[in-house]
């Protein structure tokens, strides 16, 4: 089943600045994602997404809003139209007016599956959170203390380990890294410090 989207311009340039309220976003994500582990993923890039922008882009309000939708919505139709991954997302955004530049992050959240190219720094960081986020917190749920303690040094070598979370594609993590100007260990204590606390 391919999921590539055979296009890579997405919204309309008019609607620029044009964002959902959080809240809105968020009835959005309760009404398409009844799977509670599902919505905790989307929450936890969400917060390391928004967290970024404030810390470490300089973004204003309205920006970190905007990497704090794409990281929220970014897996939204995942649970109802597995077929259509990322596609029903993005045409809903796009009925809605949404600001081109959260459509576009969310269809490049992977470019190996939907053939968009991560093109400004939002697009790859959600590509190199997306994965990590998960990883690191399967590696947080096997621990009796779970993000309490959690060292990057334990990530690393659970990554290196190919059976733990072996669903995890460790290519694409490595793809998604090259794309930065950051060091794999780097990205990991930023995930750990952000999503740790999210529920
Ligand atoms: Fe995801």
């Not at 269809?107 to 190219?117: D, I, K, L, R, T």
């Amino acid at each position: 089943m391919s999921h590539k989207l055979g296009r890579d311009s997405f919204g309309d340039p008019a609607n620029a600045g044009n964002l959902m309220s959080i809240e809105e976003a968020y009835a959005l994500l309760n009404e398409w994602v009844p799977n509670e582990r599902l919505r905790l993923h989307m929450k936890q890039v969400a917060a390391v997404m928004k967290a970024w922008a404030i810390e470490k882009e300089n973004a204003d309000e309205q920006t970190a809003l905007k990497w704090e939708l794409a990281g929220l919505l970014h897996d939204a139709d995942w649970e109802k139209h597995p077929d259509d991954h990322c596609r029903i997302i993005i045409e809903e955004l796009e009925k809605r007016n949404t600001d081109p530049d959260v459509i576009h992050c969310i269809a490049s959240h992977g470019p190996n599956y939907f053939g968009v190219e991560p093109n400004n720094t939002m697009d790859k960081m959600i590509y190199a959170f997306d994965e990590l986020s998960g990883f690191v917190h399967a590696a947080a749920l096997i621990r009796p203390t779970r993000y309490e303690g959690l060292e990057v040094k334990s990530v690393l070598k659970r990554l290196k380990s190919p059976a733990f979370a072996a669903q995890v594609s460790r290519e694409d993590i490595n793809d998604a890294i090259a794309r930065t100007n950051l060091s794999l260990e780097e990205i990991i204590q930023f995930v750990i410090d952000h999503q740790k606390d999210v529920s």
